[in-house]
């Protein structure tokens, strides 16, 4: 099998045009203007859900720390890919030099790494929130099993990343004659297949965890809003399989950036920009189905109000976590508040078309008023003229 050096060899027998038109998705501002705005919706969508979860509902868990991890080690990998542009990433690595090849190299084995984490801490966060949901039976154990296997998956992934050499340095410093393997490019078809290895397996993964929660569909009291709420979450996911499978096939038709010759830096931004894709949609996935009720109910109390809006009655708080489908909820607790649009019905009730009636006990300072008399008082749902700000 040839080795990295005999490769470098090659290319540099057969050198590529040097006035050879760089491609778009090669570009500075492609690549930061992909990897950068999507890292920040990813990190909107994470501080929305650790608001939701710790200052409103209250119930924080493993399933929040992973995702707050993974949306941590977003940030160093986006760093590192926006570095490695200046240091050479989709240019001609023959141009760049040995010592700026250096420098990408040390980039690269970070960055890599990084991702390596980044994808296992994603999935581990999906499947505790899916234990949430699965209190008992068939589907809980299956999400046990899944976490088992992504946990040892991405310890074992992980370690190849971080440690592809003995001495470490060997990653970047080829000259040194260090013992290497997988991710290390100590042998370019052994790099191929490990990375071949790591993206069916991500892909495989993926494709298991968002079809997992399926089964809620098959609800029978499930509402129409919740049905498309979800189906709306489930399509993110399809993005984020689609993307693994786009990224496969990317690795393949490439070689790992190896084929037809060993140019890292010219053939893998296509690669690097579907791997922060695919984890910056994972993580809008994994936090949508925690704070879009909370705007749902928000939007729906600016553009609805009601006529009479006292009453006094015992509440369970939702929080519109019906998208999660959560069988634990806050203990009930009594309180005086307004009417509004934002209370959740039933998961099968249909008010739409029924105004609410509320109980109003009898006038004190009416002599004629028997101390049993009540009367109905019924509210009309008026929609605010849409002139009103």
Request: hydrophobic share 50%.
């Amino acid at each position: 099998m040839p080795s990295f050096e005999d490769m470098l060899l090659a290319a540099l027998q057969n050198p590529p045009d040097p006035h050879e038109p760089l491609p778009p998705v090669n570009r500075k501002a492609t690549i930061f203007g992909v990897v950068i705005p999507f890292l920040v919706l990813a990190w909107i969508a994470v501080l929305f859900r650790l608001w939701v979860r710790l200052r409103v509902v209250k119930e924080p868990g493993f399933d929040d720390a992973f995702v707050l991890l993974s949306a941590i080690l977003g940030i160093g990998g986006t760093t590192c890919v926006c570095l490695s542009v200046k240091y050479g990433l989709g240019h001609h690595m023959l141009d760049l030099g040995p010592d700026k090849m250096e420098k990408y190299f040390i980039i690269f084995y970070i960055e890599n790494s990084v991702y390596l984490m980044q994808t296992a801490a994603i999935k581990i966060s999906l499947l505790l929130q899916f234990l949430r949901i699965f209190k008992a039976g068939a589907m809980r154990r299956v999400c046990l099993t899944l976490l088992s296997i992504v946990t040892l998956w991405g310890l074992a992934f992980a370690f190849a990343g971080w440690f592809p050499c003995f001495p470490v340095r060997g990653a970047w410093q080829h000259r040194i004659g260090a013992k290497c393997y997988g991710f290390g490019l100590s042998d370019v078809q052994e790099f191929f297949i490990m990375y071949k290895i790591h993206s069916a397996s991500n892909m495989v993964l993926d494709f298991m965890i968002f079809m997992t929660p399926m089964v809620i569909f098959k609800t029978p009291t499930l509402k129409v809003k919740n049905l498309l709420a979800m189906a709306g979450v489930f399509a993110f996911g399809g993005i984020v399989v689609a993307a693994s499978i786009w990224r496969l096939h990317a690795i393949s038709t490439a070689q790992a950036a190896t084929h037809p010759y060993v140019d890292l830096t010219w053939l893998s931004p296509v690669i690097v920009i579907l791997s922060c894709l695919e984890v910056d949609f994972a993580i809008i996935c994994a936090s949508m189905p925690i704070f879009w009720p909370i705007i749902e109910r928000s939007l729906a109390a600016i553009f609805v109000s009601y006529e009479v809006d006292v009453t006094e009655e015992h509440i369970q708080n939702d929080y519109g976590l019906a998208y999660e489908l959560e069988h634990t909820k806050s203990a009930r607790q009594t309180s005086l508040r307004s009417v509004s649009g934002t209370s959740l019905e039933g998961l099968t009730g249909d008010y739409a078309n029924k105004a609410p009636k509320f109980s109003i006990g009898p006038d004190p300072l009416n002599e004629t008023s028997s101390r049993d008399a009540t009367f109905q008082a019924s509210v009309r749902t008026l929609p605010k003229p849409k002139w009103e700000i």
